[in-house]
Structures are given as structure tokens and as C-alpha cells.
């Protein structure tokens, strides 16, 4: 299974998990902890079922309203940061000194060190 993930940091301090599997499925979760969020963004990319699989789906098949949009504007006014079309833990490599406790939080969990290179 291929999944579609995106992550969005918001500045106050959450951390949103998007999954998307290849049937179109979508699974929302925002994270307060980012350890949790990284063992999540691992099993995603290992191919877990997350919309099937795991509690906490903040959209449903009938309703996706509450599924999460940046506007351009409130990335571009510091409301959040996101990245689109993970395909490694590498993508986070940049989040480690970000100057955002959250993405900082979320790029160690994953294992990035600070002047972390690929």
C-alpha cells in the first residue's frame, strides 16, 4: 500500500498528520506530542493503513470538512509550515532548525541532528 502523507506545523504548537491511502481513504490527526507524530509518520511510510487501522481519524468518509487546507496566506504570515508528499524521513531534515519548538521536536524524534545532513 502507498500512502500520500503531509505533515502541517501550526504555531501554536500542533503537529497534523495527513494520510491519504491509494484507495483515497483520508486520515487526519493532529499531535500534540511529536514523538507520537514521528512513530506515526514511520508506520505511514512503512505503509500502515492509518484510515482503517488507527483511532483518532479527525475526518470520515461522509464529512471531510474538517480536513486541514494552509492557505498560501497564513503560511506565508507564519500560521504554518507543511510538508507535502513525504516520501522519507530525509523531507524533515530542514524542521530540526526551524526556530518552531514543534518542527524541532518532530525532526529529533525522527532522528535529525542539528547541521543534520542526508
Given at each position: 500500500?502507498?500512502?500520500?502523507?503531509?505533515?502541517?506545523?501550526?504555531?501554536?504548537?500542533?503537529?497534523?498528520?495527513?494520510?491519504?491511502?491509494?484507495?483515497?481513504?483520508?486520515?487526519?490527526?493532529?499531535?500534540?506530542?511529536?514523538?507520537?507524530?514521528?512513530?506515526?509518520?514511520?508506520?505511514?511510510?512503512?505503509?500502515?493503513?492509518?484510515?482503517?487501522?488507527?483511532?483518532?481519524?479527525?475526518?470520515?468518509?461522509?464529512?471531510?470538512?474538517?480536513?486541514?487546507?494552509?492557505?498560501?496566506?497564513?503560511?506565508?504570515?507564519?500560521?504554518?509550515?507543511?510538508?507535502?508528499?513525504?516520501?522519507?524521513?530525509?523531507?524533515?531534515?530542514?524542521?530540526?532548525?526551524?526556530?518552531?519548538?514543534?518542527?524541532?521536536?518532530l525532526a529529533a524524534?525522527?532522528?535529525?541532528?542539528?547541521?543534520?545532513?542526508?
Amino acid at each position: 500500500m502507498t500512502n500520500e502523507i503531509n505533515v502541517i506545523a501550526d504555531n501554536g504548537g500542533g503537529i497534523t498528520l495527513q494520510v491519504i491511502n491509494d484507495n483515497g481513504t483520508k486520515y487526519q490527526h493532529t499531535h500534540d506530542d511529536a514523538a507520537q507524530c514521528a512513530i506515526d509518520i514511520n508506520a505511514a511510510l512503512a505503509g500502515d493503513n492509518a484510515a482503517r487501522d488507527w483511532d483518532g481519524n479527525e475526518v470520515s468518509d461522509e464529512d471531510d470538512s474538517a480536513w486541514l487546507i494552509a492557505s498560501d496566506d497564513k503560511i506565508k504570515n507564519g500560521g504554518y509550515r507543511e510538508l507535502l508528499g513525504v516520501e522519507s524521513l530525509a523531507d524533515f531534515a530542514d524542521w530540526i532548525d526551524s526556530g518552531w519548538g514543534n518542527c524541532n521536536d518532530l525532526a529529533a524524534a525522527l532522528g535529525h541532528k542539528h547541521g543534520w545532513t542526508e
